[in-house]
């Protein structure tokens, strides 16, 4: 039920996207990818700087993000911030095929206090605020699960599992 199946884990900067992915991953048998390593030297000093990334700098990041689903021949997941409709789109030509978004989506006062707990993480929790402001959650017509991530993450793992192999999504 699950073979062959690509996945984009995606949220703001400190929405649990990397722990979501990883469990879910363990969980599926799959590989999870960090969409933070592919992103360019480039672009992770500009983020360092607390500077946001323009589409122009994104267009590639997006484009390796499809071209990574593209390449694995089996279910993989890759964890994007994907806050756009244009992005996601993006991802889905590069992929070839179709795609599911998993959206980890919290408030502004849980995923900040997130990122206040994250060594060493390159995103300053500055911009944050142009995270959200970026956010164009799912839309209805797009292969998507919206999770609560005050919701303990074992929990999100066996919702998700259950939603996968119950064939609901």
């Not at 048998?29 to 700098?57: F, R, V």
Request: with cysteine; aromatic share 6%.
């Amino acid at each position: 039920m699950l073979r062959n199946r690509k996945f984009i884990v995606m949220g703001v900067a400190g929405s649990g996207k990397s722990s979501v992915g990883a469990a879910l991953g363990s969980a599926m048998g799959a590989p999870y990818i960090d969409g933070d390593d592919l992103h360019s030297a480039e672009n992770i000093a500009k983020m360092s700087a607390g500077i946001a990334l323009t589409d122009y700098d994104r267009w590639p990041w997006l484009t390796k993000i499809g071209e990574t689903l593209a390449g694995h021949p089996g279910t993989i997941l890759v964890g994007c911030s994907a806050l756009r409709r244009t992005y996601r789109d993006l991802i889905r030509k590069a992929a070839g095929a179709p795609v599911t978004f998993i959206h980890c989506a919290g408030s502004r006062a849980l995923i900040a206090e997130h990122m206040a707990k994250r060594p060493g993480h390159f995103m300053p929790t500055s911009l944050l605020d142009s995270q959200f402001a970026a956010l164009e959650p799912p839309g209805g017509d797009e292969i998507a699960i919206t999770l609560d991530i005050s919701t303990p993450l074992l929990d999100l793992v066996a919702k998700t599992m259950t939603q996968l192999l119950e064939d609901r999504i």
